[in-house]
């Protein structure tokens, strides 16, 4: 329903990652279900066409969507109805239409100035010849068709049927290297999650080739600090958040990519002696400027996101994503999608871990995140929104645990994002960056930290979209939240 509502989201041309908690089993399960790089295109492709890096739209960024994919895996292991009745009511309203929300309408017409020059985008997203305004009433029957489809057919008519064969001739026909093996081949894949105790919750997220992980080295190197005596809005906390954010994200640029190219050290990133080794690079007063990635031994051995939970207890945390915007600006046949343009994200810096290869998963932004206490499911949240994502899971826990602030307040508070980090597409940080506030944060407290050497912004970030639902481990209540910068809504029954 999602992916026809807020196709400025997510949709099945993208891909999905998701934590689920198995209330039979008391168990977590992680699912991976993101996509690979065609097959036929070669990394010297982009150096002989004299190109830097990937572009964010058009046929290049295109890789496997894994979204359906993701769908049936989840469907197979924890689904009880039958996919037909899942699909039934975004079917019916993709044929009969639905009013379009003010944020979606404000962020289509922001696509729309890029995608509109892509073949099929027109046809399917601008009827009229322009975007849907807030309140107008959307139709797309191509999508209907398509889950129809998907609903009769299963995963295999997306990937190996009559949809594949038709997103892999479009591809072919607009300089696009996507194939029908590429879709023909695709698998999902089954992780362990990962986590980090702080202050006696556990904290779980998804390893690479995903960002999760940087929430938790986050929350290790602050562990340390006295937070909830410094204060939520003071600059001793927020410069610490920051320079910790910082040096984490140096990491994050250097070693977070697809596991199965690379041999990556996440037991070692996430552990609590990396961290204190990290921690001691913090200026308590000063605004670090550029900062280089750790060295952990080894030791051999724009997007959408949901939580729902059920009365037998299961709880289940998914994001979904088609990445930059409402994705390439790809759109196949008559099939109603636009594919994804995750594949922007590679590095085409040769040795690099997150280097492009075909086949490989690039390094992912979209991360569900998941938390017990005592082995026992407590909560399961999310925040939507590239690499604000990790800083907000932290902040989330630290309002929460250190801040006293609940469910819903841990979401409202005012949010820091800070930008500027080196990032997995070769980018360095040689200024430091700069420090995006919400209203809500002290003036005296901006004031400070100019002084301490960081270079602020008014409102500039991305601060992101949460949703979570907590639940009481003594009467089994569940209390739900949900962002009040963007759509979203709690609801039970």
């Not at 690079?281 to 031994?297: F, T």
């Not at 590095?347 to 938390?371: C, D, M, W």
Request: glycine share 12%; hydrophobic share 35%; with cysteine.
């Amino acid at each position: 329903m999602l992916g026809l509502v807020e196709p400025t989201g997510c949709g099945i041309g993208g891909d999905l990652f998701a934590i689920v908690w198995d209330a039979g089993d008391k168990k977590l399960y992680g699912l991976n279900a993101s996509g690979r790089s065609p097959r036929s295109l070669p990394f010297s492709y982009f150096a002989e066409n004299g190109l830097t890096s990937i572009p964010p739209h058009g046929p290049l960024p295109v890789s496997v969507p894994g979204t359906v994919d993701g769908w049936f895996e989840l469907h197979a292991k924890f689904g009880k109805l039958p996919m037909a009745d899942n699909l039934a009511p975004a079917i019916s309203y993709a044929e009969q239409g639905f009013p379009v929300t003010q944020l979606v309408a404000y962020y289509w017409g922001r696509s729309t100035k890029n995608l509109s020059k892509f073949p099929g985008f027109n046809e399917t997203f601008m009827p009229g010849g322009k975007a849907p305004a807030e309140g107008d009433m959307f139709r797309n029957p191509r999508l209907a068709k398509t889950y129809r489809a998907i609903a009769q057919g299963g995963r295999d008519a997306f990937y190996k049927g009559e949809i594949a064969r038709k997103i892999a001739t479009y591809m072919e026909e607009n300089g696009g290297f996507l194939g029908y093996e590429d879709l023909a081949s695709h698998t999902s894949e089954w992780v362990e999650p990962v986590s980090t105790n702080y202050r006696g919750y556990d904290v779980w997220e998804l390893p690479p080739n995903g960002q999760g992980i940087a929430a938790l080295q986050i929350l290790n190197i602050l562990e340390s600090y006295d937070l909830a005596s410094m204060g939520r809005t003071s600059p001793d906390y927020i410069h610490l958040f920051t320079e910790a954010k910082k040096l984490v994200f140096e990491d994050r640029a250097k070693f977070y990519a697809d596991p199965a190219f690379n041999e990556i050290p996440v037991k070692e990133l996430i552990s609590k002696e990396y961290a204190a080794k990290r921690r001691q690079l913090i200026d308590p007063v000063r605004a670090s400027k550029r900062l280089e990635a750790g060295n952990p031994a080894l030791e051999r051995g724009d997007t959408t996101y949901l939580t729902v939970a059920d009365a037998e207890g299961n709880m289940v945390s998914l994001i979904q994503s088609n990445y930059r915007g409402m994705g390439s600006g790809m759109t196949p046949a008559d099939l109603g999608f636009i594919l994804q343009d995750r594949g922007e994200m590679f590095s085409l810096k040769e040795g690099h871990f997150n280097q492009y290869a075909p086949g490989k998963r690039p390094f992912h932004t979209i991360i569900p995140a998941f938390v017990t206490r005592d082995g026992k499911p407590h909560m399961s949240f999310g925040v939507m929104g590239g690499a604000t994502q990790p800083q907000m899971h932290a902040q989330i826990i630290i309002n929460m645990v250190d801040f006293g602030l609940n469910l819903q307040e841990a979401g409202d508070a005012p949010r820091m994002v800070h930008s500027g980090s080196g990032q997995p597409t070769d980018e360095q940080m040689t200024d430091g960056g700069y420090l995006s506030l919400e209203d809500g944060i002290p003036m005296e407290t901006r004031r400070q930290l100019r002084q301490m050497g960081h270079s602020i912004r008014f409102n500039s970030g991305l601060f992101g979209g949460y949703q979570a639902i907590l639940q009481d481990s003594d009467s089994g209540v569940y209390f739900g939240a949900s962002e009040s910068r963007k759509d979203g809504q709690a609801a039970g029954y």
